[in-house]
């Protein structure tokens, strides 16, 4: 409220000033401001929700299905459409070998056997291996050299994994590396982290300077 230099406070110029002002307020608010606010209530929810997907997405991770194959219900060799190679999916049995789990060291192994990365190779690289997790967390090292050809997808046949991508170490089966690189699931760097994050939790011995973001065309997020 303001008065004239010659008012006291409280005399009938102030009040009346102190009225206008309010009126303007008053026609401002109905005029301007209000005929906006179901928009600005709109995209506050909007906002909001999407804020809850996010946190949603990210702590629940919702599970990749592959990208090149169209079903998770496929036959046991099928020809991925972007691929010129034929996946060839394993059985159940053939699967449980491949499940790792962690030693007191953080060392991967595979039926008791502590993993010698030197004598596998993914996609003809010695010392590497792909690594899945299955949407139980289940963690599972192979190797896809060789006449048969094992991709990502053969370890569930075709279906939902948490994450996947490349793995590296040594002889003595210290984990060096590990990537996202799945040309059949292309994770994006929130899955590749929630990933690490799993294996970790399961016991594995992974070095910060190890975890490397690989960058495909057409990889998606959590967000």
């Known amino acids: 409220m303001s008065c004239s230099p010659l008012d006291t406070e409280g005399s009938p110029t102030c009040i009346d000033l102190a009225y206008t002002s309010a009126y303007k307020q008053f026609v401002t608010y109905f005029k301007v401001i209000a005929p906006y606010l179901p928009a600005i209530e709109s995209a506050h929810n909007s906002t909001l929700s999407m804020r809850i997907k996010h946190l949603y997405e990210v702590e629940a991770h919702i ?5 090149s194959e169209a079903s998770p219900t496929a036959s046991p060799a099928r020809k991925s459409p972007t691929l010129t190679t034929e996946v060839t999916y394993m059985t159940e049995d053939e ?7 962690f030693n007191e060291d953080g060392k991967p192994t595979r039926e008791g056997v502590v993993i010698d990365f030197m004598k596998e190779q993914a996609d003809g690289k010695s010392g590497s291996m792909l690594w ?13 050299g060789g006449d048969i050809k094992h991709a990502h997808s053969s370890i569930v046949k075709g279906g939902h994994v948490l994450g996947a991508g490349e793995v590296s170490g040594t002889s003595d089966g210290t984990i060096t590396g590990i990537n996202n690189k799945s040309g059949h699931y292309r994770p994006g760097e929130s899955y590749l982290t929630r990933s ?5 939790e399961c016991g594995a011995v992974i070095p910060d300077e190890g975890i ?5 065309k057409g990889q998606r997020e959590t967000t």
Do not use: M, Q, W
């Open 63 to 67: 599970p990749l299905t592959p990208k």
């Open 95 to 101: 699967a449980k070998k491949h499940i790792v789990t």
């Open 132 to 144: 899945v997790i299955g949407i139980d967390r289940t963690c599972y090292f192979f190797s896809n």
């Open 196 to 200: 690490v994050e799993i294996l970790r």
């Open 212 to 216: 490397v973001f690989v960058i495909k």
